[in-house]
């Protein structure tokens, strides 16, 4: 990618309207002010009502303890470490971050380089209940094709792998239809995600 955003497309669903987004290499400090002061409050806010309502925490959104301040500064200025946000409206509705020194897994891809996607996040208002949303559709899908055409980018031909949260797995293996490579005992007993270049050319020309 260039230093110049990236306009992508989403949905607003109370519209129905397909919007334009803009989607920025680096998170930069007014995005983190952004997730600070937008997105906390809300994820707090919806913690805390689950809290109370005696949900078990199995249960609440499994993304609430991340923290992008700490995510960001703990890889700056690394090699083949990259952020990416993606804006719509006047607001941060996403962020994503990429490592680039991982090996694939998959049987017929084993050892070759791949795109890793290290987190990836929609606002709250983005998410279906127990938040207000989806406000906006469309934007895990976006930055996961912008992982790919990173991919495609270093010449990794489209190769991208994950862990994913339990919440979050239908749609890695659903709609972008990775391969499900099973739990991964070394990493929080996650489940673990790739796409082969097959795959990615599939996910890139529904896009």
Not at 43 to 62: A, D, T
Not at 98 to 109: C, E, G, M
Not at 128 to 145: D, E, H, Q, Y
Request: net charge neutral.
């Amino acid at each position: 990618m260039t230093d110049q955003p990236q306009t992508m497309h989403i949905k607003k669903n109370t519209t129905g309207a397909i919007i334009a987004a803009e989607v920025h290499q680096s998170i930069q400090d007014t995005d983190l002010l952004d997730w600070q002061k937008t997105w906390q409050p809300e994820v707090n806010e919806v913690i805390q009502k689950l809290g109370s309502q005696g949900v078990p925490s199995k249960n609440w959104p499994q993304s609430f303890h991340w923290n992008w301040i700490n995510k960001v500064r703990a890889t700056e200025g690394l090699l083949g470490q990259e952020t990416f946000s993606l804006r719509a409206e006047g607001q941060l509705q996403g962020l994503m971050h990429l490592d680039l020194t991982k090996s694939a897994r998959h049987a017929s891809q084993s050892g070759k380089p791949i795109v890793y996607v290290e987190y990836l996040e929609t606002a709250p208002w983005n998410r279906a209940p127990p938040f207000r949303g989806p406000l906006f559709s469309g934007i895990g899908s976006v930055l996961t094709a912008i992982a790919i055409n990173r991919s495609f980018e270093e010449e990794f031909k489209g190769r991208i792998g994950l862990h994913s949260l339990p919440q979050s797995e239908d749609f890695y293996r659903n709609t972008v239809k990775m391969t499900d490579l099973g739990n991964d005992l070394n990493y929080l007993n996650l489940r673990y995600f790739e796409t082969t270049p097959e795959q990615a050319i599939a996910f890139a020309e529904r896009k």
